[in-house]
């Protein structure tokens, strides 16, 4: 039984899908990239029992059957080899032979049908996006999910389909994104929680690529399926929380200003704000928005002045400057607008101007209550 491959063909998509492969595994077999050679195809896969991904390249090979090779041996190995083919052949002393132009080389593997099967998705509802869109939706929302173990559906992002649209929210108590996409919608609606890893993996396999993506989902498991690619994924289990109902509703207090000026200026003062809240002061008044921290453990204090549009009422309102940092670097806007109501108010974060007029972008930070 033999195969031959291109190297770097090889090494490009497990790279790919070694992303899904843990440092520490509980099941050796997980340790592992699955080879399924049928005939002239081979299928790669990967998996955590949680996530699993597939990829397919072309083989010169006669021979069908699997084996389940040793993931970061085999990586360690191709990364070293320039451009060739290589001949893969499965001995009777349980290893497989890797026979490259200067060499030959030898590793030990496990009957393919050891490796977990992946996830079947039963009776599914599909939709179909392009990749960069989803990559963007992902980009634009991953960064607000939480950590917290005591609160797991936190920790992913939601997405929600429906006839009007494709929103995608993520939030960890003190800030929210919700991406929002009018271009693309579902005929039946669906809600569902995706969990981060698999979500990162698409992150950057997605970003920039103009292939669809065909995301199939039930109440349990979600597949995306893009060129040769399947990744199927277990989702986070329980309701979402109504995120909608902490988005104010009226905010009066609107500051627009120029968001490489503001995000600068934040960057700044926060060096010299408290180390535990990194609480930063924006006061509005007129065409002028001061921005200070203070803290009083070490008499550090900086203050900066910029000019701004503000259409409000004179306000003080505090932020975590960790947060704010985070969602202006997270828009491509060049000016930005902060709407606000009260200092203990959320304050939403919108970009002034958009490429794309199918998408909405809504960021909303908590404040933080003002030392005075």
Do not use: W
Not at 88 to 107: D, L, M, Q, R
Not at 118 to 132: E, W
Not at 231 to 239: A, E, S, Y
Request: hydrophobic letters at 40%.
């Amino acid at each position: 039984m033999k195969f031959i491959v291109s190297s770097a063909a090889l090494l490009k998509e497990i790279q790919i899908i070694g992303g899904i492969v843990n440092s520490t595994n509980t099941l050796p077999i997980l340790d592992n990239f699955l080879f399924e050679v049928n005939k002239d195809t081979l299928t790669l896969s990967a998996s955590d029992l949680e996530t699993t991904m597939s990829t397919s390249i072309s083989i010169e090979s006669t021979d069908i059957y699997s084996v389940a090779i040793p993931a970061r041996l085999l990586i360690d190995t191709l990364k070293t080899f320039a451009e060739q083919p290589l001949t893969f052949i499965k001995s009777e002393s349980n290893t497989i032979e890797i026979i490259a132009n200067n060499g030959k080389y030898a590793v030990a593997y496990v009957p393919g049908e050891d490796f977990p099967k992946a996830l079947f998705i039963k009776d599914p509802s599909s939709t179909t996006i392009k990749g960069d869109i989803l990559a963007t939706s992902i980009n634009t929302t991953l960064f607000a999910s939480g950590n917290d173990d005591l609160r797991p559906v936190m920790s992913g992002v939601f997405f929600q389909f429906n006839s009007e649209g494709l929103n995608f929210v993520a939030t960890d108590a003190h800030k929210m994104v919700k991406y929002t996409r009018k271009d693309f919608t579902t005929d039946k609606s669906a809600e569902f929680i995706m969990p981060k890893k698999p979500l990162q993996l698409l992150k950057n396999i997605l970003a920039g690529g103009e292939d669809d993506v065909k995301i199939e989902y039930n109440d349990t498991n979600a597949q995306f399926i893009f060129g040769s690619s399947t990744l199927t994924c277990r989702l986070i289990d329980g309701k979402y929380p109504n995120y909608e109902a902490v988005i104010p509703k009226e905010n009066p207090n609107i500051l627009s200003i120029d968001r490489a000026q503001f995000l600068n200026s934040v960057r700044r003062v926060s060096i010299f704000s408290n180390k535990t809240t990194h609480q930063i002061r924006l006061k509005i008044a007129g065409s002028s928005l001061n921005i200070s921290a203070e803290d009083f453990d070490f008499s550090n204090k900086a203050d900066e002045r910029l000019d701004c549009d503000y259409i409000g009422e004179d306000l003080q309102i505090g932020f975590n400057s960790r947060f704010v940092i985070e969602m202006l670097n997270n828009l491509n806007s060049s000016t930005i607008k902060l709407a606000m109501s009260l200092p203990n108010r959320a304050g939403i974060i919108t970009p002034v101007e958009t490429n794309d007029k199918n998408e909405e972008v809504i960021m909303l930070v908590m404040p933080v209550m003002l030392n005075d």
